[in-house]
């Protein structure tokens, strides 16, 4: 019989932020990685964005949910742009293959998100500079 997986608990408070990588975000985004889910693919992290601070281009190759606990976070551009406008509190689901050229942050924000597979991040013309799952997200996290 396969052994059952172990659980966990974070105490998220006594997790220190760390910078998320300058590669896939701009204004200074800070993450702490809460949970990795090899046999799922899932991997969960809480994000601290700062006013004007923004994720790279990217795709989600699984669903994800986030709950954003502060601030207001702009999807694909915003409701503006045709995209959301998420406004705390709030939950949001993304659908695999969704695509965001654009997540932007107009005020301090902080949301938790699982992702359920890995996120695609992409030029511009959609050719992608690097896939990050649970294991690249374990990896940059230290």
């Not at 966990?8 to 200074?28: H, K, L, N, R």
């Not at 795709?59 to 406004?87: Q, S």
Request: charged share 20%; aromatic share 12%.
């Amino acid at each position: 019989m396969k052994p059952k997986t172990t659980e966990e608990y974070v105490q998220i408070d006594e997790v220190e932020w760390q910078p998320f990588p300058d590669a896939f975000s701009t204004g200074g985004i800070r993450w702490k990685l809460l949970n990795v889910s090899p046999g799922s693919g899932a991997w969960t992290a809480i994000f601290d964005c700062p006013a004007g601070s923004s994720f790279a281009p990217h795709i989600h190759a699984g669903p994800g949910e986030y709950l954003l606990t502060k601030g207001k976070m702009d999807v694909r551009g915003g409701k503006a742009a045709g995209g959301a406008t998420a406004i705390a509190p709030g939950y949001g689901f993304e659908s695999s293959g969704a695509r965001h050229d654009k997540t932007n942050f107009p005020v301090d924000s902080e949301f938790y998100m699982t992702f359920l597979g890995p996120l695609t991040f992409i030029k511009p013309d959609g050719s992608p500079i690097a896939v990050i799952g649970w294991e690249e997200a374990q990896g940059a996290w230290g």
